[in-house]
């Protein structure tokens, strides 16, 4: 498993320079080192996390958002998804891994599975702005797993693109 701060540190708690200037700086917070260090703790355990590369999370509410690098979701969701039950417990909050990416519609249906993602629409307002308009299934409406307010500002702190919801 592949961590923003040195195992030592995360096998210890005691932070070197290096990864005390990464919280210092803002690079990661303290969230990030509480999760880093279960990671680690999990994947000395787990094998199957080998290759996941841990970047950084985002926390909403109760919800914390786990950032990884594209390609290794399916080894860090885990067989019925007992990593990610561990991690939730042990931080007693609800989480949802997410590969990083600028690609609105890949980072909406990892956030918001089991919910149908039909697509974006690029809308052109009156004023010359210009929005993403995302398409969601009109059965998730009153069922979606993430508030939609919430899922706006996770999309706009993950891909950078202020984004419209519209249920069809
Ligand atoms: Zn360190």
Redesign the pocket.
């Known amino acids: 498993m592949e961590l923003p ?2 195992e ?2 995360l096998k210890t708690g005691m ?6 200037a990464k919280i210092k700086d803002g690079e990661l917070n303290d969230n990030d080192l509480e999760i880093a260090k279960e990671l680690y703790r999990l994947s000395q355990e787990n094998k199957g996390l080998k290759d996941v590369k841990f970047k950084r999370s985002i926390k909403v509410g109760n919800l914390i958002i786990i950032l990884i690098e594209a390609g290794e979701i399916g080894s860090i969701i885990g067989k019925g998804g007992n990593v990610i039950r561990g991690l939730s417990k042990k931080l007693n909050k609800k989480i949802r891994v997410i590969e990083e990416s600028k690609d609105v519609k890949k980072v909406a249906s990892d956030l918001l599975y089991p919910a149908k993602v039909y697509g974006i629409n690029i809308v052109y307002m009156p004023d010359g702005t210009i929005i993403k308009r995302l398409r969601l299934g009109k059965e998730f409406e009153r069922k979606l797993p993430i508030a939609t307010k919430s899922v706006k500002e996770i999309l706009l702190l993950i891909t950078g693109e202020n984004v419209d919801i519209v249920f069809e």
């Open positions: 701060f040195c030592i540190c932070l070197c320079p290096g990864c005390t």
